[in-house]
């Protein structure tokens, strides 16, 4: 028997005249959960209904979003959908009758909770210009006779078709602006303050934006910028753009970091589970770090060759629920597990004896870093005894082993963490191994992606990065998986990073707001010595995870504090498990 079920559902507010709601589900009626498969509602008197056949008990479960058209490519784009997980979300039985008008839902709302997310990019780019004073003020090469202090700015896209939204970042807060003043929004002007503009649009090749600067005292135009597509030539870069007064004279030049952010356009993103947000309360999360620990340069090393299978697969059998690695590309573009930007390679002499030679992974190919011996890069200054067998030839104990690889075979309970690995930029103006140029951004983070959603199937799986723009890549290309932002955190332990976003936790925090992260992911030390940190993350929402090579002495002390991931080395001390 087939019943005609009619779906039905209220919006507050109202969405745009350009938009509609749809709904998705569980059956190939309801398109499988894929958005350009769904069945779209008719608005009627401010609701929203549709009717669809469906069999009779059937057990249903679906999900509503909100929709628009790109009519160029007859593509539905989804602009904001409820993301309750599975269990929890929209269900009935389909009844032994011919007609049944399910109950009016409210969107975004399931038995009291409200779960919606923003969509992902699927066809759309989305440009950001980034404003802050990392080191000083934006401005430079200023004449002397022009103050530029006290200023304001106000983009402004020249076309319809694009939507245009600045977001303020500061500690522990952020702000979020579509309706922007006539004389713009002030102009960061230290450290605790960031400011983006973004700019969506289906036509990334026709931008143009003028920036315009005010006075904020008297509303008087300083000075114009002008933005075009053309001076994107990568992914992410740093312009260098200069001020023209309003008789169009140059007084000072702007430092405009960007970025491009492509839709990833070969994944079809289902509308089925959605983790973006979900960390279920529960005691501290073990993640053994490069799996069962470092295995060359802590004072304790591991038995077992770090970021390998074997690695990975003891930490598990040990009590760790999550390993954590890092991925990155090898020269053909294959996503490789290591946890360095660089390697060594054993190379001849003139004189017959062998010398370590350092290598960046990026300039060689997967064939190599998997058929030459290769040598940890500490091993060119150092002789610290090491407890791992480095002349192990099985094969789950060799370096370099694909993402594919990880996934196929390590034990499917285990969550993985995947640090995606991008050279970082400190505030001494110094890239990570002096990686200045590396891969094109999007390819790179298409490229793990792919691998991700092929082979990930049930394995529950958290992004990191160090990089704030990858973190928003990864968030803004995919519509599944947590992402956490890496800082050094505040204790100077290490050279913070030039990006104020992420320099401190507290700005860390306000980014991670405002780009929709699971949480942050700091350095140890911050715990013992500011242990409000951890507080201020579960005030807003956010969780909170630490790294660092005392974790594994104190995850008594991680418990006491509320962490929610601790990733350490060592998972396991003389073949006894460690945690459990």
């Known amino acids: 028997m087939i019943c005609n079920i009619v779906f039905t559902v209220k919006v507050s507010p109202q969405v745009d005249k350009n938009e509609w709601l749809g709904v998705v589900g569980n059956v190939k009626e309801l398109g499988e ?67 049944f008008e399910n109950k009016v839902d409210q969107f975004g709302i399931v038995n009291g909770i409200k ?10 780019t989305e440009i950001r210009l980034n404003i802050s004073s990392p080191q000083s003020h934006p401005f430079f090469s200023s004449k002397n006779s022009v103050s530029l202090s006290n200023l304001s700015i106000k983009p402004v896209v020249y076309s319809t078709s694009n939507t245009l939204s600045i977001s303020v970042i500061k500690p522990c807060q952020f702000q979020n602006i579509t309706d ?22 289906y036509h990334p090749n026709n931008i143009q934006v003028l920036l315009e600067f005010y006075n904020m005292k008297n509303g008087n135009l300083v000075a114009t910028s002008i933005v075009t597509s053309e001076m994107f030539t990568t992914s992410k870069g740093i312009l260098e753009n200069p001020l023209l007064d309003p008789e ?19 994944l079809t993103m289902s509308m089925k589970h959605c983790y973006l947000q979900h960390w279920k309360p529960r005691p501290c999360v073990y993640a053994g770090h490069r799996g069962s620990g470092n295995s060359f340069t802590s004072e304790k090393v591991a038995d077992v060759f770090e970021n390998t299978i074997a690695s990975f697969n003891k930490a598990s059998q040990h009590g760790a629920q999550y390993v954590e690695f890092d991925v990155h590309l090898t020269m053909d573009k294959v996503p490789v597990v290591y946890h360095d930007l660089t390697t060594c390679v054993s190379a001849q002499k003139n004189d017959g004896s062998t010398a370590l030679l350092k290598m960046r992974v990026c300039d060689m190919s997967l064939k190599e870093l998997q058929t030459f011996r290769m040598n940890h890069r500490s091993r060119i200054n150092s002789n610290k005894k090491l407890e791992l067998d480095q002349c192990n030839s099985q094969q789950d104990h060799l370096p370099f082993p694909t993402l594919e690889q990880v996934f196929n075979k390590v034990e499917p309970q285990t969550g993985f963490n995947i640090e995606v690995k991008w050279p970082t930029l400190d505030m001494n103006n110094n890239y990570e191994d002096g990686l200045d140029k590396y891969f094109d951004a999007n390819e790179f983070v298409d490229a793990i992606l792919t691998t991700v ?35 050094n955190g505040n204790t100077m332990f290490y050279v913070p990073m030039l990006d104020l ?6 700005m860390a925090i306000g980014t991670a707001l405002s780009e929709r992260f699971l949480g942050i992911d700091t350095l140890e030390k911050d715990v013992y010595e500011m242990p409000d940190i951890i507080k201020k993350c579960h005030d807003v ?24 991931i601790a990733i350490f080395d060592r998972v396991y001390e003389k073949g006894k498990p460690m945690v459990s």
């Open 33 to 99: 959960w894929e958005a350009q498969n769904c069945c779209v509602l008719e608005c009627i008197d401010g609701i929203w209904s549709g009717t669809v056949q469906l069999p009779a008990e059937t057990h249903i479960k679906y999900r509503y979003f909100i929709g628009t058209y790109h009519t160029e490519q007859k593509h539905k784009v989804v602009q904001k959908w409820e993301t309750h997980l599975l269990d929890d979300c929209r269900s009935f039985e389909v009844p032994m009758q011919t007609e």
């Open 115 to 124: 779960k919606l997310e923003e969509g992902w990019l699927s066809k759309q």
């Open 248 to 266: 169009w004279k140059a007084i000072a030049s702007i430092r405009l970091p960007y970025m491009v952010i492509q839709p990833h356009t070969s």
């Open 501 to 506: 976003r992420e320099r401190t936790n507290d």
């Open 180 to 201: 922007i003043p006539a004389w713009g929004v002030p102009v960061p002007s230290d450290e605790n303050s960031h400011l983006s503009c973004i700019i969506k649009t």
């Open 541 to 564: 929402g956010l969780i909170f995870a630490c790294y660092g090579d005392d974790v594994g002495e104190n995850l008594q002390l991680m418990q006491e504090k509320s962490v929610d």
């Open 453 to 487: 959603f092929k082979h990930a199937h049930d394995r529950r799986v958290i992004f990191s990065c160090f990089d704030v723009d990858i973190c928003i890549m990864l968030r803004r290309k995919q519509n599944k998986y947590p992402v956490l932002l890496l800082t």
